[in-house]
């Protein structure tokens, strides 16, 4: 099996001319700072405040800030800046406090019981023309605010994320990507210049304003950190400017259609992967996404898109091909019964091949799913998925709730000995629900890898696949739980079962390269057991040995944050904390950590933004 990555490009994809904006520009406050001492004249939200319940707890219901004592809410610029400045000036918050975009962080790093302070933009979410080309959004906005304002006010698109409720903030620069990515490239492509709110090594706080074509190397430095580098990090944007964004297309075809897991043996399944390998690998601008959900939902959804104008080919035989590759390998197909559900799109259910206007298309694919508990993982791939890879993929999407107390038994959480009681609840009676696990296969490359390795601080620019990994549960007790048992301990129980499974798989899956997907690994040569290269050797401040050219795997998606990677690396390789986290981010960043490095040096001294995977100084 031909098992080669031919790094993809878009050539064969023709941008239309940009049409004229006609819209009025903005006039543009320059922003200053307010003198030292000044107390924030934001709106603030306190523990007293009927809002403040609703405000402390973000898309995933497993995060809660529920110590916080104030919630800031700029309107602008300079409110940011006094909002900072109030919280740097306060010792307690300096060391305690969050950014919150739209809520959706992975991790806790904007909702925990520590946090003493928020700063949420998102009351900054207007979107405008800057004039001379470029289109200005504020950070407070949301993917759907953005698509919707550019769409109609300007007749351009971003290639972003569907997901409607997603903060501009974190989406933007972690690498924002979307269904049309294989067509336009990713969010950061089209990125020139940002408003970044900074504090020096006097903490003195300030706006930047950084534009392309700067010559002030420090500037261009940490411009390029925000193309990728993520939130959270180096200040708090305020504002993106993009230049030279694609006319939106005028229609779509969108279909959905599922494979059966009834009668689905291992081998079919990793059959299936093949023929997903040998259509996303083509080198055409549509969209794929294969949705592989637990057994006990009964089927693994498809979607297709494809955007195009009326005299665009639209790639309706590419999906033929699909089904007949699926029909000839006697993979069974059926009507899709469940809402597809993840990022970065969640649809309900769709069954024939609709052609529709692109706005439409947009619409219809336009969820983040409920507020609900749970994890997230992810995985570049260059390659088509290796035999051991897909075996422990399709290992743990079959698990019963047998295997799964087998699972608990053998990895107990000693912490908490009364988890026996529902393992042994767990051999009989299926009280967790994996209906909503999921390893999710996007489609990848084309106009993205038309892009350097390091023109962003995104690497991955070869890579044909993006993966993630996901489980989602509810806090609430099924029916068969006795009563006897505690509604709160059986939610505790839930979550640990869910990481404990998803963490499992993950390092199971890339057992191979170290228990994560390791793009600098290589195979022993020397007889030893290990044989590689020590990931956390990788220093955060000198590159690293070129990447292994026939690599698989290459690292992970920043704004898929999952903490848990550094107690895997900490584990497999017995080195600290601090050795764990650059390793980690070598993971997300590979050798543009080094520079990102400097960026964070540069522009944020005293380490004022951090969090558990910030960018060290």
């Not at 351009?156 to 409720?165: K, L, T």
């Not at 070869?462 to 549960?473: A, E, F, H, I, R």
Request: charged share 20%; proline share 6%.
């Amino acid at each position: 099996m031909e098992q080669t990555c031919v790094k993809q490009t878009s050539n064969t994809v023709t941008p239309e001319p940009q049409p004229e904006v006609q819209a009025p520009q903005a006039n543009e406050p320059v922003p200053q700072p307010e003198p030292e001492g000044t107390e924030c004249k934001c709106l603030k939200v306190k523990p007293e405040s009927k809002q403040y319940v609703g405000m402390i707890q973000g898309f995933d219901q497993r995060f809660e800030a529920n110590n916080c004592e104030v919630i800031f809410l700029p309107t602008n610029t300079n409110e940011v800046i006094q909002a900072i400045t109030e919280i740097i000036n306060n010792p307690d918050y300096k060391e305690h406090f969050s950014i919150k975009g739209g809520g959706h962080c992975y991790e806790n790093y904007v909702f925990n019981k520590d946090i003493r302070a928020i700063i949420d933009v998102s009351l900054m979410d207007k979107v405008f023309d800057a004039g001379g080309r470029l289109f200005a959004a504020e950070s407070g906005g949301t993917n759907w605010s953005l698509l919707k304002e550019l769409y109609r006010k300007f007749g351009v698109v971003i290639p972003g994320g569907s997901c409607y409720s997603v903060g501009l903030g974190g989406h933007i620069c972690g690498g924002g990507y979307g269904l049309l990515s294989r067509k336009f490239g990713l969010t950061i492509d089209y990125l020139s210049g940002v408003d970044i709110v900074c504090v020096d090594s006097a903490n003195k706080v300030a706006c930047k304003k950084l534009r392309k074509g700067s010559t002030v190397e420090e500037d261009q430095d940490l411009l390029w950190a925000c193309k990728g580098g993520g939130g959270g990090n180096y200040g708090i944007i305020t504002c993106y400017y993009f230049e030279n964004l694609p006319p939106a297309p005028q229609n779509a075809y969108l279909v959905t259609v599922s494979i059966d897991w009834n009668g689905l043996t291992l081998q079919k399944f990793q059959t299936l992967l093949d023929i997903l390998w040998d259509i996303v690998s083509i080198n055409e601008p549509f969209f794929a996404i294969l949705h592989i959900m637990h057994i006990s939902a009964g089927e693994i959804p498809f979607l297709f898109q494809s955007a195009f104008d009326k005299t665009e080919y639209f790639y309706e035989n590419t999906y033929s091909r699909f089904i007949a590759a699926l029909n000839t390998a006697n993979i069974g197909l059926k009507e899709s019964t469940i809402p597809i559900i993840g990022h970065p799109s969640s649809t309900g259910i769709l069954n024939i091949a609709q052609q529709l206007t692109w706005f439409e298309a947009a619409q219809t694919l336009n969820s983040s799913g409920p507020n609900q508990c749970g994890k997230y993982k992810s995985a570049y791939m260059r390659k088509r998925f290796p035999p051991h890879q897909s075996e422990m993929i399709y290992k743990y999407l079959t698990m019963t709730p047998s295997d799964l107390a087998d699972l608990g038994r053998k990895f107990p959480d000693d912490s908490n000995p009364d988890y026996s009681q529902f393992i042994n609840d767990l051999s009989v009676n299926p009280i967790i629900n994996m209906k909503q696990s999921i390893v999710q296969v996007d489609s990848y490359g084309v106009a993205v890898n038309d892009v350097g390795t390091t023109d962003t601080a995104i690497p991955q620019r070869d890579s044909v696949m993006k993966l993630q990994y996901q489980t989602y549960w509810k806090r609430s007790p099924p029916p068969s739980l006795e009563k006897t048992k505690p509604i709160d301990r059986y939610n505790r129980f839930q979550d640990w079962m869910h990481l404990l499974w998803i963490n499992q798989m993950f390092k199971d899956v890339y057992s191979e390269t170290g228990g994560v997907p390791d793009p600098y690994y290589t195979p022993a040569t020397s007889g030893e057991a290990d044989g590689a290269t020590p990931l956390y050797l990788h220093s955060c401040t000198n590159p690293s040995p070129s990447l292994p050219s026939d690599r698989t795997v290459d690292g992970c998606y920043y704004n898929y944050i999952d903490d848990e990677m550094m107690s895997t690396i900490q584990h497999h390789y017995g080195v600290d904390r601090k050795e764990a986290r650059n390793a980690v981010l070598r993971l997300y960043f590979e050798n543009n950590l080094v520079r990102l490095v400097k960026a964070k040096k540069q522009s944020d001294p005293n380490d004022i933004f951090k969090h558990g995977l910030s960018i060290p100084t």
